[in-house]
Structures are given as C-alpha cells and as structure tokens.
C-alpha cells in the first residue's frame, strides 16, 4: 500500500489517502483532483510522515508539522519543532510559555 498527502496551493496538507501499490502519484491525481505529494510511513523520505495541516516545503522536500509556537525553532535534522531553550532535566513538570520565552 502507499500513502498519498494532497497538497493545496498553500503547500498544506489537506488530507492523506491510502491506496495500493499499483496506483501512481498521477493516478491519485487524475482521480481525486489537485497536487498530490506520495508519503512515506516510515519517514524515509520527506522527513515526516504528514498529516492534515502539516506543511509541504518543496525546497527541504519536506514535510513539516504546524509550528506549535512563535518562539520555537525549526531543527534542520529531524524537522521538527523545538524549544529555543531545553526544558529542565529536574522530574519537573514544565509548560512552555511562550510571552517569556521559556519553560
């Protein structure tokens, strides 16, 4: 089986589709209509494996989830979010608070 992201003209993903093996990126398109970008489960390509309202960037050839705050940064290794600064290692618990800028 292979997995399928629809892409809209704002590169976000509206939806993911599960066909077999024997249909192509150009089948899903004639058939549901608009940009379809294949996905990979195991994020062996395109970093991620997408979801709705993830981020199709065509120059990483990536998928990104949303930005779950301003402050948080883009690590270019695993594409995902993370904090400008590591939480605590205490046992603590810790909630991001975004206006200061820390946990």
């Known amino acids: 089986m292979s997995w399928f992201a629809q892409v809209g003209t ?10 077999a093996d024997v249909y192509t990126v150009t089948w ?4 549901y ?4 970008v294949e996905a990979f489960e195991d ?18 050839d990536a998928f990104i989830p949303p930005k779950p ?4 940064v883009l690590n270019e290794q695993t594409y995902s979010w993370e904090a400008p600064i590591q939480m605590p290692n ?3 618990r810790y909630t991001w608070d975004d ?3 820390n946990w």
């Open 10 to 19: 704002d590169n976000v993903v509206q939806q993911v589709l599960y066909v």
């Open 28 to 31: 899903v398109e004639q058939t």
């Open 33 to 36: 209509g608009g940009e379809w």
């Open 43 to 60: 994020a062996s390509q395109r970093k991620n494996f997408p979801a709705v309202r993830f981020i199709y960037d065509r120059t990483r």
């Open 69 to 72: 705050y301003t402050k948080w």
């Open 90 to 92: 205490d046992n603590q």
């Open 99 to 101: 206006d200061a800028g």
